[in-house]
């Protein structure tokens, strides 16, 4: 559940979500004439939208998978439900109000699903109308077809995989479910009982409570229709069989990318509101530029490029350029994503340590080394501000933005270890990364500490080399986005002892935390059918987490996006994760 | 020093005799004072010479400077930071990247550490690693051609393989390959790391120079010695019975000089620019600890948008090596004005 997503923030390709739309300040639309300040969530104006022309969709890293089982990256997960593959839900496209974008509405389903009153047991009855490329209809064994496909664990890999633990299927001697998929064909039966289709009502059955299911429905792919007879295995990986407004022309080439043209049996009227507009004929994915190259290409704005769009964002030294070439074709806003620090706890055992270098952690100096407010602003949660249910944790929980020397430092020697105290910090090696680090190490080793930076190969594996139970790093940078908009998709995974901690890895719990009382806090959160409920001991939970320096937060990544000069109706949202919603987006001149 | 002491032919009155006053002016010179006095006449070489100096000293210097806090390597605490650097997109504040009295050549784009002392301290480092690296080829090298050159036979022929072997490896590849184990194990044996690692990074990128260097050393100097082995006074050593130890290094080394100084100062720029090489490939003491390669690397980016940050690092790498290459010419023709250039 978390390469695609993880993946991403890493590389520093990801795109927005307006964590702060809300309550964001109130500034003015973007300057004009190219040159001035990239302000904050300053979308350009909505006009009347011109069917037609190309889109140039320019990426840094590969699609990894088209398949939309096996997609976990934010920005594909977008663009596949966009464009060729729906589902039973969608969030809406075009809206920037943060509430708005994060509730799903209707897709394949005549309404948002019905559930028992524990939330075990969900049903989605099924439009007529929507059909495939071929012009058959799309029918509820499709739908079900598609959830059985994430169970063939050896085939269907990389996509996330919740499904599995959530519906009614009893568990082998291994832990692994006994329905091993559907080109075994081992506990089918299971699964037919587990799922059913009563003419054109979908039913799951779930062994425990999943109150924002609809939520994970409209965010993955994984619970989409896959047509049986299209379905190769892993053959499938880069192939489309649409349902949607677009299909795949030709093949894709996992190097350079593919062609989408429009899909000649779509109906926009069996789409809720007109959501997929669907304004230009041609969407074209090219892969393989690096940031610095794709973003001076949209800052000179020249031929195809002025249809241009990406999810890269710049390096800081291309800022001035920016400012004073692009500045009228650049959005910037808070992305899904946040970064955060953990201790080591196999090594960092003594708690007024821990709560030393949470003291002395300069958020606001490593916010300004990886780019300032164009890249990031510092965070006070791991929870990102745009994630339902967020709350700032108290006042006193989180350190001072610049970090507080003389407080650490009293802290250090109380803890009665010898100083100074050796710190390993280990990290994302890049330009700027390096640059923030090094304004961490100061502060720290101010207080007392003597930190040694780790900045780890950028190409090699990252989360690898963090997840080894034996490291000997004392420090560790991590950085998530929730999977779907709900804080149980934020601390459980992160800090769920049970689920991560094995002897080979300590799976996305890099500092090998361990508490009873946080696992009961998971349990009681999880097992609410109640999603204010929930919230609550997620609350709970988080200052547990922060009193007891389970992390200590850093930073939420911002999104600078350039844009081609013909690009129109250019928006961003928490619909889309913060990637441009290929929904409403439109060309100007559409010739 | 190219008039002799008066006190050297002189009596013990101090009043010169006769026979000193005629060896004044016919003065015998040393062959050192003889190159130097060639040397001295190369104007270029002469300003190379005073460049290098400055650049030993700075390197000398900088770390006593930041020792007592004239010079300040570290991020400045925010309320300062802020005053240095543009919040929202981290830029230097004010113009040529922020360059005013207190930081001479302006601060670093994100942190607002004052690029001038980093500098500084990077040409330490940088000149340490390169100092080392090169006494270490040349040690290695001068060794192992002489023993080769010498001894013939058998043992010449293992180190002429030897150094076709060395010469054979993909060097770059390997030492980036071998970076992180050979670090590892360099303080698993007991190295220490220093302050963030840089000892135990310097180390390796030292070894690593002097490992894939030292053949043409070995090479130059054993082709040397298989003339000089050939002189009357080394035949006249082994007949008195000296050791093969006296004869090595008594004997022969003191006549191998000239070429070794010639050879180390043309070293020495190449090693600091592969300091620069490899640090921009990863390998090598670590930012946020500055050296002249890890400061340009972070400047990669900055070319347009902040040339002074750019090319500051770059102009002290080249005038180091500049320098040293010219001083190395000039050393080379002072100390023997016959070989060809």
């Known amino acids: 559940m978390f390469r695609t997503r993880k993946a991403l923030a890493l590389a520093a390709s990801a795109v927005l979500a307006v964590g702060l739309a809300g309550c964001g300040e109130g500034s003015s639309g973007g300057g004009g004439g190219g040159g001035g300040d990239i302000e904050l969530n300053a979308m350009p104006e909505r006009t009347d939208p011109t069917q037609g022309g190309e889109l140039l969709y320019l990426r840094t890293s590969p699609v990894e998978h088209l398949d939309p089982q096996r997609i976990y990256t934010g920005v594909d997960l977008s663009n596949a439900s966009r464009m060729y593959s729906r589902s039973l839900l969608q969030f809406p496209s075009g809206t920037r109000d943060v509430d708005e974008a994060n509730t799903p509405i209707t897709d394949l389903a005549t309404d948002t699903g019905t559930s028992n009153d524990d939330a075990t047991q969900w049903s989605f009855t099924l439009k007529d109308g929507p059909t495939w490329q071929d012009g058959q209809p799309v029918t509820c064994e499709d739908v079900k077809y598609g959830v059985s496909r994430t169970f063939a664990q050896d085939v269907i890999t990389g996509g996330p995989n919740y499904i599995i633990g959530y519906l009614d299927i009893p568990t082998a001697a291994d832990g692994s479910s006994q329905y091993k998929g559907p080109y075994t064909g081992e506990g089918q039966d299971l699964f037919d009982q587990a799922v059913t289709c009563d003419g054109n009502t979908i039913t799951y059955n779930f062994n425990k409570p999943w109150a924002d299911f609809p939520l994970a429905i409209a965010s993955l792919r994984a619970f989409d229709p896959y047509r049986e007879d299209q379905d190769q295995g892993d053959e499938s990986e880069f192939t489309v069989f649409s349902n949607g407004p677009y299909m795949l022309d030709g093949d894709w080439n996992q190097d350079t990318g593919g062609t989408f043209v429009r899909n000649p049996e779509w109906d926009p009227s069996t789409d809720t509101d007109n959501n997929r507009e669907a304004n230009p004929d041609t969407i074209v994915f090219e892969q393989g530029a690096d940031a610095t190259t794709i973003n001076n290409r949209l800052i000179d704005d020249s031929g195809d490029d002025q249809n241009a769009v990406t999810y890269t964002v710049p390096e800081p030294s291309q800022y001035p350029r920016i400012e004073s070439q692009a500045a009228d074709r650049a959005t910037l806003v808070d992305s899904p994503f946040a970064s955060y620090l953990v201790p080591n706890f196999n090594r960092v055992t003594n708690p007024k340590v821990r709560q030393a270098l949470a003291m002395a952690t300069n958020r606001s100096a490593w916010a300004l080394g990886l780019g300032g407010g164009n890249a990031s602003t510092a965070a006070d949660s791991i929870i990102n501000p745009s994630v339902p249910g967020y709350e700032a944790p108290s006042g006193d929980l989180v350190a001072p933005e610049e970090g507080d020397v003389d407080a650490a430092k009293a802290l250090l020697e109380e803890s009665g270890e010898s100083l100074p105290y050796p710190i390993k910090f280990t990290f994302p090696q890049r330009p700027s990364y390096d640059r923030a680090a090094a304004a961490l190490k100061d502060t720290y080793d101010a207080a007392g500490f003597e930190v040694e930076l780790d900045g780890l190969d950028p190409t090699g594996p990252y989360y690898d080399t963090i997840q080894k139970p034996d490291s000997d790093s004392d420090l560790i940078w991590g950085g998530w986005g929730a999977d779907w908009p709900s804080i149980s998709t934020v601390l459980p995974p992160l800090f769920d002892s049970r689920l991560n901690l094995t002897e080979a890895s300590n799976g996305q719990d890099y500092g090998n935390y361990d508490s009873d009382q946080a696992n009961d806090l998971i349990d009681q959160g999880l097992a609410s059918s109640d999603l204010d409920e929930a919230n609550q001991t997620w609350q709970e939970l988080n200052d547990f987490l922060l009193q007891d320096t389970a992390y200590i937060p850093l930073d939420v990544t911002r999104f600078l996006v350039l844009r081609g000069s013909n690009v129109e109706n250019f928006v961003q949202s928490e619909s889309t994760s913060g990637y441009v919603d290929l929904g409403v987006i439109s060309l100007a001149d559409g010739s | ?341």
């Open chain 2, 1 to 341: 020093m190219s008039i002799a002491p008066p006190d050297v032919e002189g009596g013990p009155t101090g009043i010169p005799s006769s026979d000193a006053v005629v060896a004044a002016e016919v003065k015998s010179q040393s062959p050192l004072q003889l190159a130097w006095k060639r040397f001295r006449k190369d104007k270029l070489s002469m300003i190379a010479l005073v460049v290098a100096l400055v650049f030993v000293v700075v390197a000398v210097a900088s770390p006593i400077l930041v020792a007592v806090g004239v010079l300040d390597t570290r991020v400045p605490p925010s309320t300062e930071q802020f005053t240095l650097i543009d919040q929202i997109t981290g830029q230097p504040l004010g113009a040529l990247g922020g360059v005013s009295w207190s930081h001479p050549l302006g601060v670093e784009p994100g942190t607002g550490r004052d690029l001038f002392a980093r500098l500084l301290l990077g040409v330490t480092l940088s000149l340490s690693i390169a100092l080392t690296g090169a006494l270490l080829t040349i040690v290695i090298g001068t060794v192992l051609g002489i023993v080769a050159g010498f001894s013939g036979g058998l043992v010449d022929s293992f180190v002429g393989r030897l150094i076709d072997l060395t010469l054979s490896f993909p060097s770059t590849l390997m030492l980036l390959a071998l970076s992180a184990v050979v670090v590892d194990r360099l303080s698993d044996i007991g190295v220490p790391s220093g302050p963030n690692g840089a000892v135990v990074n310097g180390l390796y990128v030292v070894l690593v120079l002097a490992f894939f260097g030292w053949p043409p050393v070995a090479r130059l100097m054993r082709g040397q010695v298989l003339s000089l082995r050939e002189r009357e006074y080394v035949d006249a050593a082994i007949l008195m019975g000296s050791s093969r130890f006296r004869i090595y290094f008594k004997e022969i080394l003191p006549n191998l000089w000239a070429p070794l100084l010639v050879y180390f100062t043309l070293l020495l720029p190449t090693y600091v620019s592969a300091e620069a090489a490899l640090s921009y490939l990863g390998v090598g003491i670590k930012p946020p600890t500055p050296t002249l390669g890890n400061v340009l690397q972070g400047a990669l980016g900055y070319i347009e948008t902040q040339p002074v940050y750019f090319y500051t690092p770059a102009i002290f790498i080249a005038a180091i090596v500049i320098s040293f290459n010219l001083l190395g010419d000039g050393a080379r023709d002072a100390l023997d004005p016959k070989s060809a250039r």
